[in-house]
């Protein structure tokens, strides 16, 4: 693994079911992030950890949850998938919350 | 309310100079960041400004100015592969980014 992946890469989802979206970095970065990306908008940040065992809530929160419980690893979980979930979804790790964030290649997600 | 502001597109031609604006409305101030994104890719970092000036990256440059809630991206030489949407993000009181929707910038030959 080099720098930051994320599975599946794509996925079509029904609505009702829950899907976790995997992220995965080897940078030992203590911040990660989760962006959903729409046509139009800008990157709208869903939840984030500054480092392992905390976490937070972003812009866009509701019908995610994340959790941290470890330095690599940052799982993105839909309890119930409704179709407004439908968006590219992006997961990013930063070595601080300060610093530049690096972002992995995206899992595009079809709630039908 | 939050808000960054970009030209949703712009056009240039191939070896010439593009300036993409950025505006911005935050609560608070920690930096400005421009990244580039190609077509179904993810973004990836371009430049970071955090004082009022100019920061010269190569072929890229990026200005801020503060008192303005203001910046700008230049690009000088154009390249095809330079066709991509550019994203300005702010760092917010809570260090969070705020990003602007994106300029798609088309390069012609």
């Known amino acids: 693994i080099a720098g930051i992946t994320q599975a599946p890469t794509s996925q079509i989802l029904a609505a009702g079911r829950r899907m976790t979206l995997r992220c995965t970095q080897d940078?030992?970065?203590?911040?990660m992030y989760w962006y959903r990306q729409d046509l139009g908008l800008g990157l709208r940040l869903i939840h984030y950890s500054n480092t392992a065992g905390t976490t937070g809530k972003g812009e866009v929160p509701d019908g995610y949850s994340v959790s941290r419980a470890n330095t690599d690893d940052f799982p993105l979980t839909l309890a119930s998938a409704v179709p407004s979930q439908t968006s590219v979804y992006f997961c990013?790790?930063?070595?601080?919350?300060?610093?530049?964030?690096?972002f992995g290649p995206g899992t595009r997600l079809t709630v039908l | 309310g939050q808000n960054i502001d970009q030209p949703t597109e712009m056009t240039a031609t191939e070896g010439a100079i593009v300036q993409i604006n950025c505006t911005y409305q935050?609560?608070?101030?920690?930096?400005l960041f421009w990244y580039q994104q190609h077509a179904g890719e993810a973004p990836t970092f371009l430049s970071y400004n955090v004082l009022d000036g100019l920061e010269e990256k190569g072929r890229f440059s990026s200005f801020l100015s503060r008192s303005k809630g203001y910046s700008y991206l230049l690009l000088k030489e154009l390249q095809m592969k330079d066709s991509a949407s550019y994203l300005c993000a702010v760092r917010d009181s809570n260090y969070q980014l705020i990003w602007g929707a994106g300029t798609k910038l088309i390069i012609k030959p």
């Open positions: 940078m030992r970065h203590n911040a």
């Open positions: 990013a790790s930063a070595d601080s919350p300060n610093n530049e964030q690096f």
């Open positions: 935050t609560s608070g101030f920690n930096g």
